[in-house]
């Protein structure tokens, strides 16, 4: 028989956190809206490697959801979160409430600047204020050295690099890549609002992103019409794929690239089909 998976500690207020966390040393922090997938599981393996102990903190964040976002129905389950952190070794989960993280009004809260207006920030306002905010108040209760991001959420993870320089956080942001269910879906915890109708029109974001990449010889232009002729197909289909943006900008500032453009870059889709709104990207080197 094999041994029972010891349960990591669980946290449910900042007062629980601080006693909990003062028992671990080097701690890798795996912020989560919850719903863990595989893609959060590469996370917590990423952070394992990285440190002594990794928490987990599970908060669906309602500062960073503007009006008629699905902050409501966003999945929540966090036995089952529970039970995946076990399985990955996890020491602490910090599942906090609102309550708890917004005892008042949010007055204070960080700037994203220009490169938090872009892209999503341009179709989600106030998105990346909402996002480091959040971000910064979990740093300061877990104070963890090593905090691990997805390349999956390629603008947020160029925002949280930006906010630990320009603001001389002492924490090390580690990138973890973009995990793909067997179809070539990349994760995440909104695919589970897809119908499987919508699921086989939304395959269309990773082809189109893997059309482009097979294109980059030819530069930007190239790589954008070879990935835009995917997308315009998956708007006819049914159900259709609506494209809010589909952009190749430098992969540390997030401005468009031009034909001249030498180094990192990312390609970038973001579409709605049916009711859910869906982002991927694939990181090149022109
Ligand atoms: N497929 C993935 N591969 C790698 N990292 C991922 C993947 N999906 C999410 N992440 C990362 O997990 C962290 C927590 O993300 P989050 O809980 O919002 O998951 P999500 O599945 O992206 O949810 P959503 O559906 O809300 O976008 C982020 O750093 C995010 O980039
Ligand atoms: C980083 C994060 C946990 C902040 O709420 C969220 O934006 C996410 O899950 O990517
Ligand atoms: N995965 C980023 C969090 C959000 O979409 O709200």
């Not at 029972?4 to 003062?22: D, F, H, N, V, Y």
């Not at 997938?37 to 309602?62: K, M, Q, T, Y």
């Not at 190749?248 to 034909?259: K, N, P, Q, S, Y």
Request: one cysteine or more.
């Amino acid at each position: 028989m094999t041994d029972p998976i010891p349960a990591p500690a669980l946290a449910r207020t900042p007062e629980e956190l601080r006693r909990l966390r003062s028992r671990l040393g080097r701690v890798a922090l795996v912020p989560t809206m919850g719903a863990l997938h595989s893609g959060h599981r590469s996370l917590i393996a990423a952070a394992r490697e990285h440190a002594d102990a990794v928490v987990v903190s599970v908060f669906v964040n309602p500062l960073q959801f503007g009006p008629g976002e699905d902050y409501e129905r966003y999945p929540r389950d966090l036995d089952a979160d529970l039970a995946v952190c076990a399985e990955e070794g996890v020491a602490l989960v910090f599942a906090p409430s609102v309550e708890d993280m917004y005892p008042g009004e949010q007055i204070v809260r960080v700037d994203p600047g220009p490169m938090g207006a872009v892209l999503e920030g341009a179709f989600r306002p106030g998105f990346f204020g909402g996002v480091l905010t959040v971000v910064n108040k979990l740093f300061n209760l877990v104070r963890p050295d090593i905090a691990v991001f997805g390349q999956k959420d390629a603008q947020q993870l160029a925002l949280v690099r930006r906010m630990v320089r320009d603001l001389n956080m002492p924490v090390t942001v580690v990138a973890a890549p973009t995990m793909r269910d067997p179809d070539n879906l990349a994760s995440s915890s909104r695919n589970a609002y897809l119908s499987p109708e919508e699921r086989r029109s939304a395959l269309a974001l990773s082809r189109a992103l893997l059309a482009g990449a097979d294109a980059s010889v030819t530069g930007p232009v190239g790589i954008l019409s070879a990935a835009r002729a995917v997308l315009d197909e998956a708007a006819q289909a049914t159900p259709p794929v609506t494209v809010d943006y589909l952009a190749l900008v430098d992969a540390a500032t997030f401005t468009e690239v031009a034909g001249d453009h030498r180094g990192d870059a990312v390609l970038l889709v973001a579409a709605r089909v049916g009711r859910t709104r869906l982002i991927d990207n694939v990181p090149l080197t022109l």
